[in-house]
């Protein structure tokens, strides 16, 4: 019997485009003589809808309008209930869940929980691993805590704003500083701020993505990311280096403009690389991963000190993100990549069921 695998795309998220665009690499990538592949789409409004249709349509998003008229013409057939319910469950159409999905509501543990609950296997990091590493104010203490190096930062909450923040910011990091919010990714609600009367701006323009926000120092630095599998036994990919075409890594830069450069393997040192490895295999373990994740550096052009940066627990997955290109430099196919995730993902649900 072929695994029903779910992949599941989109999301209640500000990364769901990129969402529909890293599923389409993984759902090519499934090897359809083992797999039989369900596609489940999250739409931007929290929906959860079978889709059948070509994979073309994920990228476009013309995936939506289709799996929203089957459901209207045939509901005994597209229709499920996540939890509990009459009628179809998700139980009933997924032997294994793919969630394939950034930022909030995907990549934070929640739908991971969702999964937990229903005990689906499912592919990388679970509930808490997820969570710490969305999650950049925990995801910092837990990286001190395990003594790794990171740029200075400051944690406080939206409501401090208009309350004296900006100078305790002022009076402790050094510019240039990168204000963030604590849950997001692809850059959205980051911001560079290089003089003091921009600060206020940026930090109101953070809260519109949260009320948790991270204040820390801008390093001049190299981006380092490196590629991570395993539950218990690690193995890495190689080490990259994004240029970026911009003044910093931004949204733009990641998904649009054409000037960020890839090296793969980043011209380090053998000492740096190794360095690089026990970093990430460290912050991996400290935040709970597992499966897959891609660890992401700062390294200080003048000293080439190296700092965590923070840890992707579902890292892009385009044909041309770092995370598929790092484990495929080692050797590994993409469907060869996303059968070690399946496999690892069954382990450990089957060493969860066997206690
Ligand atoms: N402390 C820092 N020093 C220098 N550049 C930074 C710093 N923090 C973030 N950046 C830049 O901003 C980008 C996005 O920040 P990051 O923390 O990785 O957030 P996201 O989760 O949105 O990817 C980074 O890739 C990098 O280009
Ligand atoms: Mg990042």
């Not at 139980?91 to 990549?107: C, K, Q, R, S, V």
């Not at 740029?151 to 939206?158: K, N, R």
């Not at 991963?289 to 992401?296: A, I, L």
Request: aromatic share 8%.
């Amino acid at each position: 019997m072929k695994k029903r695998i779910g992949v599941f795309f989109g999301g209640k998220s500000g990364e769901h485009e990129v969402s529909r665009v890293s599923a389409t690499t993984v759902i090519k990538s499934l090897d359809k003589d083992k797999y039989d592949v369900v596609m489940i789409g999250i739409t931007k409004k929290g929906e959860w809808l079978l889709y059948e249709g070509p994979v073309e349509a994920l990228a476009g998003g013309e995936w939506e309008q289709k799996a929203k008229e089957d459901l209207e013409r045939d509901p005994g057939y597209y229709g499920f209930s996540v939890m509990g319910g009459t009628g179809k469950k998700l139980t009933d159409i997924i032997d294994f869940a793919l969630p394939i999905m950034h930022g909030p509501n995907g990549e934070d543990g929640t739908v991971q929980g969702v999964f937990e609950l229903l005990n689906i296997p499912y592919g990388g990091s679970g509930v808490a691993g997820c969570a710490v590493t969305m999650d950049k104010i925990i995801a910092k203490e837990v990286f001190a805590d395990a003594g790794l190096a990171q740029s200075p930062y400051i944690a406080f909450s939206s409501s401090d704003i208009e309350k004296g923040i900006e100078d305790k910011i002022n009076g402790s990091l050094e510019y240039p500083l990168f204000i963030k919010p604590a849950n997001m990714g692809s850059s959205v609600g980051i911001t560079k701020v290089t003089r003091k009367e921009d600060l206020l701006p940026a930090l109101r323009l953070a809260a519109k993505y949260d009320s948790r926000l991270v204040a820390e120092h801008g390093i001049d630095a190299r981006e380092i990311e490196i590629a991570v599998m395993g539950n218990e036994e690690l193995s890495f990919g190689a080490i990259g280096e994004i240029v970026p075409g911009a003044e910093f890594y931004d949204y733009d830069a990641k998904y649009n403009n054409d000037d960020s450069k890839l090296l793969i393997p980043a011209p380090l040192t053998e000492e740096q690389a190794a360095s690089v490895r026990e970093m990430a295999g460290k912050a991996y373990r400290a935040a709970g991963c597992c499966g897959f994740s891609r660890v992401d550096f700062l390294m200080d052009k003048a000293s080439s000190e190296i700092y965590i940066n923070e840890i992707n627990a579902i890292p892009g997955f385009t044909s041309i993100s770092m995370f598929p290109m790092l484990m495929m430099e080692t050797g590994l196919s993409l469907p060869e990549i996303t059968d070690r995730i399946i496999e690892l993902g069954y382990e450990r649900h089957s060493i969860k069921n066997n206690r």
